[in-house]
């Protein structure tokens, strides 16, 4: 069986006609939307749950943009590593004018002190930053650096975006492996309940799913419930 997993990044979107939810940001005359047409992006946080596109849609912009730009996750990069970059960025700028793109995954890793390295590189536009994080940017991020960023919240998605999403994960194992996945009604419902407007949570799902299925059986309630077992629920601060 060709190996399409993991699907969360079988099926990534890479434009923004493919990119399901947050239409308050990228929606026609939207923001984001008038960043990519116009061509003219600003030093931006997306805030938001897990699952919900922070870093897809931070990819498709610096994509559909066509900017340069380094990406690295505040999880396990260095800030030294970051400084590195920005100093050679100041550098690049002074001879072609254009300003680098640092994605910063969950800056919010990096403390409030830490952050104090980006500003100046902001502050005079070396680099545009473009940062994600799950947390609350009031309480996380640096006031001073806060000040001179624009924070976009996104939000957990809706039953019809995650269910194109699970349509599509459906189609794409059918397509890729041979194997017709049929889900009931009921078994769609669990699956969509569970993932609680995560994406992501719901295509990890759908996977284990896909690796205990025998082919040719049906897939019931019963053996998706002996799949999730329990849920915990998140416990936000």
Avoid: C
Avoid at 105 to 125: M, S, T, W
């Amino acid at each position: 069986m060709k190996n399409i997993f993991p699907l969360a990044d079988k099926l990534r979107p890479t434009s923004l006609d493919t990119f399901e939810g947050q239409d308050h940001l990228v929606g026609k005359g939207k923001m984001i939307r008038s960043f990519i047409e116009n061509n003219k992006l600003n030093s931006i946080i997306l805030w938001g749950p897990p699952g919900t596109g922070k870093t897809t849609l931070s990819r498709i912009i610096v994509k559909e943009m066509d900017l340069a730009a380094v990406e690295f996750s505040a999880t396990i990069s260095k800030l030294e590593d970051a400084r590195k970059i920005m100093k050679q960025a100041a550098e690049a700028k002074q001879m072609s004018g254009k300003a680098l793109v640092l994605f910063v995954d969950e800056i919010h890793h990096f403390n409030k002190n830490a952050q104090d390295a980006f500003l100046p590189y902001v502050e005079r536009g070396d680099i545009i930053l473009l940062g994600t994080t799950t947390e609350n940017p009031a309480y996380k991020i640096n006031r001073a650096l806060l000040s001179r960023l624009k924070i976009m919240e996104l939000f957990p998605l809706d039953d019809s975006h995650r269910r194109n999403i699970l349509d599509r994960s459906i189609e794409l194992i059918k397509q890729e492996t041979g194997t017709d996945i049929k889900l009931p009604d009921t078994v769609e419902n669990i699956i969509m309940n569970y993932s609680d407007g995560d994406a992501r949570r719901m295509l990890n799902l759908v996977e284990m799913v896909v690796n205990v299925h025998s082919p040719g059986e049906p897939v019931t309630d019963t053996m998706v419930m002996d799949i999730i077992q329990k849920k915990v629920a998140a416990y936000d601060r």
